[in-house]
């Protein structure tokens, strides 16, 4: 039988199988692959707003490696968008490349969850953009899933997610101990505190 978290793995892992469906596209379909594109980018969203509340539902509460992994997996398909976008010749390589370095060293400086969240962003507003450009229709149709998913999680949106993501934002540039560096401890010896490095 399958659980309510299985299920939610399988939404998950699919989103790993589609951001290599982007790729494709690119190589085999260029421009052409667009509006195709957009279908992979709005079923792969789909699936990242069922497969939370589906994990949440399964009465064992358990963990999984794919359900660990779901952020990994969701800048997977970003970078999908993206390496589609410079493989159809939307957006130049070196933009791309400068881009996912940039990333890569802000997520390494901050690890930061959050920021994993805020890097993906631009690749799926270019592909917004490009979309109402080329694919009007195709644009159009990212934009009515938007208000859709807005709607749906009304009024939490407004209320808790954006707040929240923007003290999240707020708070990167916050100092965080890090677990390389040394804590100070106390150690009591013979009745007699002494600080340690």
């Keep these: 039988m399958i659980t309510t978290k299985t299920l939610a793995d399988i939404l998950t892992a699919s989103r790993f199988g589609l951001a290599w469906v982007l790729l494709w596209l690119g190589i085999s379909r260029g421009a052409a692959g667009l509006p195709s594109a957009v279908v992979i980018l709005i079923i792969a969203w789909t699936t990242d707003g ?10 064992s509460s358990r963990h999984t490696w794919i359900g660990d992994h779901d952020l990994e997996i969701d800048m997977s398909v970003s970078l999908g968008v993206l390496t589609f976008l410079v493989l159809a010749g939307y957006l130049a390589g070196w933009i791309a490349i400068s881009y996912v370095i940039i990333c890569l060293i802000m997520l ?3 690890r930061s969850q959050e920021l994993a969240w805020a890097v993906q962003a631009p690749p799926y ?7 109402l450009r080329h694919a009007p229709i195709y644009g159009l149709a990212i934009v009515a899933y938007i208000i859709v998913v807005i709607v749906a999680t009304w ?3 407004p209320q808790v997610t954006v707040p929240q993501f923007l003290s999240w934002m707020q708070n990167l540039s916050k100092p965080k101990i890090s677990q390389e560096e040394p804590q100070e401890s ?3 010896e ?7 490095v």
């Design 50 to 59: 069922l497969d939370g509340p589906l994990a949440r539902k399964d009465p």
């Design 108 to 110: 390494w400086r901050f």
């Design 125 to 131: 507003a270019a592909m917004l953009f490009i979309a």
């Design 155 to 157: 009024p939490r949106f």
């Design 186 to 188: 106390v150690i009591v």
């Design 190 to 196: 013979n009745g007699n505190e002494s600080s340690q």
